[in-house]
Structure formats: structure tokens, C-alpha cells
């Protein structure tokens, strides 16, 4: 339980650092507050206050989404129309924060109101961007176990396309959820990879099943896949890495990798690389908590952080109701 009230707090963590990185005039360059957190003495010193470094809308709608999965759906179209509403509801709470534009308009097409076609949001040839994979997070936590892979698999596409339809987008949601599922199970980090590779048919084969507006999604599907250079910009759409949903989970990935189990470090690459900081740095934060737990992260980080009982809520929620489903 610990540890997966350690990952959706250390997600909101990893934003909030991102979140203030982005906001800056000089966003451009990680490395600026990289310096400005040496003159204060490091992490170790920092605090994260509500008032100076709020989260972003990515832990809003991770929060939503996380509210959705816990509560006594009957079934999953249920859960979907839940969702909606909850998406919907979100919008409001968006104007003094900056929002993922792919995000603000998939809720826009969302219909609360529409019992069949709730959920149903047409193809959008700019909703590749990575709100998606940002609120995936605790699908991955919620369906973690093997025989729940095929549900995981239609949830998170599903959660994924409802604001972001575009193949770059939802599958961002997909690569999320399952590399949090691996990191439950204890999969060998540098195994996740290949693992997702023997998945990748079966999330194919739902999306050719269920895809919605098949003119715009289908010449789309496999290129989510075929992102493999070896640098975070190159990797990028716009120069800016973690700015759609193919490379925010490659970099959160990525950083993990490279950290060696290192907060520190980890936030060097994921949370101040000067891209969509906040993007990559909620996606790896959550999966360095189900990792590692809170023991190597200051607490100044996540003692003061906004809205934190409300993520320890849902962090300690998604464990029982994981854990209790059949």
C-alpha cells in the first residue's frame, strides 16, 4: 500500500517540479533551474509549496480519472460515462493553469449528456499531444495483475481516446498503464521494453475492432511504435521532448533507466530536461514510487504539496480495490 500511496504522490511531486520548469520564461533550458537549485542546496532544501509550485492540470486529471476507477462501476461503459462527467467537470478548474490544448478540447467533444455516445469523441489530427498518457497512471495501478491485461488494454485506449483520438495520443495512455502494471509485478526494469512488444499486437487488434473514425486513425496506428532516435528533442515533436504522447512515457522511461534507483538524478532527467517537464516528470515519478517507495525523496517535496492527502487518498484506494477485485 505504501508504495502505491508513494506513486500517485510522487507523480503530483514530478509535476509540480515539471509544472514550474514549463512556466518560466527560459523553459527552453533545464539546465537554468538545475543551477538556481544549487544556490538553495539541492532537492534536499526545497520545499514544495501550493502557492509557488502548483501541480498542473496532468494531476487534475490524473485525480479524476483515479476517482472514476475506484468507485462500484457495474460495468466498464458505466465507468466511461463516469469519465465523461468527471472530464467535463474538470474544464472549470483549468483557466489559471496551463493545459495540454489537446486536452481542453477532447473534453470539449465529450457528451455527458448522451448515454450511448458519451464518450465518443471523433478523430483529431492534433490530439497526439500527451494529456493522455499523463492520466493513465492509475489504470496501470488499478489493472496491474496478468489476467486483468485485456482490461487495462481496453481501458486506457478507451480513457485515452476520449481526449486525445489520435493514435499518438491514446497509445501514449496504453504505454503508460503497462509499463505502471510492470512495475507492480516486479518486472525487471530493463525488461519493460520487450514486454510491451508482446502486447503490441493485442492492443492493435482492439484498436482495429473498436476504432472510431477510420479515415483518420488507421494510417496513424503504427506510428506511435516507430519513435526509436536516441535523444530526448530528437525523440520530440516540435523540439520539445515529452510533448506528445509517443515520447513522454519514452523519456519518463528513459530517466528511469538512467537514475539507477537516484531521486535526484531522476528529477535531472525527467522533471528539468527543459521540454514538457511536467509530462515526463508525472509519469516517472509515480513509477519511481512503485519502485522505490518515498524513502530517497526529501520529504520537503512532498510534505507541503497541494492536494497531497487527496493523492494519498487515492494512492492507498488503488491498492484496496486492486488488490480486492476478482
Known sequence: MEKFKAAVLLAGVGDALGYRNFTRENSALGAKIQEELKEIGGLENL????????????????????EAVITDYWCLEDLYRDLVKR???????????????ATIEGCSQLKPDNYLLAWHTPFNEKGSGFGAATKAMC???????????ETLIEVSIECGRM?????????????????????????????????????????????KKTIRH???????????????????????????????????????????????????ELCNRAMFHGGESAATGSIAGCLYGLLYGLNK??????????????LEYLGESLYRRSTEEK
Request: glycine share 10%; proline share 6%.
Open 47 to 66: 520545499v514544495l509549496s501550493g502557492d509557488k509550485w502548483p501541480v498542473s492540470d496532468n494531476t487534475l486529471m490524473h485525480m479524476a480519472t483515479a
Open 87 to 101: 472530464y467535463v467537470e474538470i474544464i472549470d478548474k483549468l483557466p489559471g493553469k496551463w493545459s495540454d490544448p
Open 139 to 149: 489504470l496501470g495501478m488499478k489493472y496491474w495483475k496478468p489476467e486483468r491485461l
Open 163 to 207: 481526449t486525445h483520438n489520435h493514435p499518438t495520443g491514446f497509445l501514449g495512455s496504453f504505454c503508460t498503464a503497462l509499463f505502471v502494471s510492470y512495475a507492480i509485478q516486479g518486472k525487471p526494469l530493463v525488461q519493460w521494453g520487450r514486454e510491451m512488444m508482446k502486447v503490441v499486437p493485442m492492443a492493435e487488434e482492439y484498436c
Open 214 to 264: 477510420m479515415a483518420g486513425n488507421t494510417p496513424k496506428l503504427k506510428l506511435f511504435f516507430l519513435k526509436t532516435n536516441h535523444t530526448y528533442r530528437r525523440w520530440s515533436s516540435e523540439g520539445r521532448g515529452g510533448r506528445r504522447g509517443h515520447d513522454a512515457p519514452m523519456i519518463a522511461y528513459d530517466a528511469l533507466l538512467g537514475c539507477g534507483g537516484d531521486w535526484t
Open 297 to 310: 525523496v526529501p520529504k520537503g517535496l512532498y510534505q507541503d504539496l497541494e492536494l497531497r492527502e487527496r
